[in-house]
Antibody
């Protein structure tokens, strides 16, 4: 059974940093692109970052480019999101997601999410 | 950037009714479209990928169609467990979600 378990969320002040983690199990982690997707309270979904199988390629929307960094450790089956210069608009539940079969674009599995609150 | 416009934003329907949700892309996305269901308090779950392929374990009353810039999700014979929010997502050029449709029972 595929499992994705996020951790690291919490309350952080504007301008500070936070690092999220996602522990994956139930599949061969190194074979799949992975992603982070967020959802502000009572709002829709926003793609935040995607990383290739080896970690050599990363992709971000303009809203987080230069502030967020996605990374992975295939030996530990773990995904990370380093978030710097946090803003109030980054407040959201952050989901770790696995892409579908290798090379596909949809998100086949999602974690339960971790809440990040940016406030002074 | 590809914009995804979903309609309606909210929808009220009766048990057993057929429901259709629309999604329009700002440019041709060549059927690179997925649909997700998110029940209250839960994370999203994949329903449909490649515009019309049913994900594993998804009931056959759900179906997807469309091409080019216009896509739709149809739910036949609405059940109480279908009360949820639904999101479309394009993956032709990076990844973008529609604004969502909140489905309630009438």
């Amino acid at each position: 059974e595929v499992q994705l378990v996020e951790s690291g969320g919490g309350l952080v002040q504007p301008g500070r940093s936070l690092k999220l983690s996602c522990a994956a199990s139930g599949f061969t982690f190194s074979n799949y692109y992975m992603a982070w997707v967020r959802q502000a309270p009572k709002k829709g979904l926003e793609w935040v970052a995607t990383i290739s199988t080896s970690g050599s390629r990363t992709y971000y929307p303009d809203s987080v480019k230069g502030r967020f960094t996605i990374s992975r450790d295939n030996a530990k089956s773990s995904l990370y999101l380093q978030m710097n210069s946090l803003k109030s608009e980054d407040t959201a539940t952050y989901y770790c997601a696995r892409h579908g079969y290798p090379g596909s674009g949809w998100f086949a599995y999602w974690g339960q999410g971790t809440l990040v609150t940016v406030s002074s | 950037d590809i914009q995804m416009t979903q309609s309606p934003a909210s929808l009220s329907a009766s048990l057993g009714e057929t429901v259709t949700i629309e999604c329009r892309a700002s440019e041709d996305i060549y059927s690179n479209l997925a649909w997700y269901q998110q029940k209250p308090g839960n994370s999203p779950q994949l329903l449909i990928y490649d515009a019309n392929s049913l994900a594993d374990g998804v009931p056959s009353r759900f179906s997807g169609s469309g091409s080019g810039t216009q896509y739709s999700l149809k739910i036949n014979s609405l059940q109480s467990e279908d009360v949820a929010s639904y999101f479309c997502q394009q993956y032709n050029n990076y990844w973008t979600f529609g604004g969502g449709t909140k489905l309630e029972l009438k």
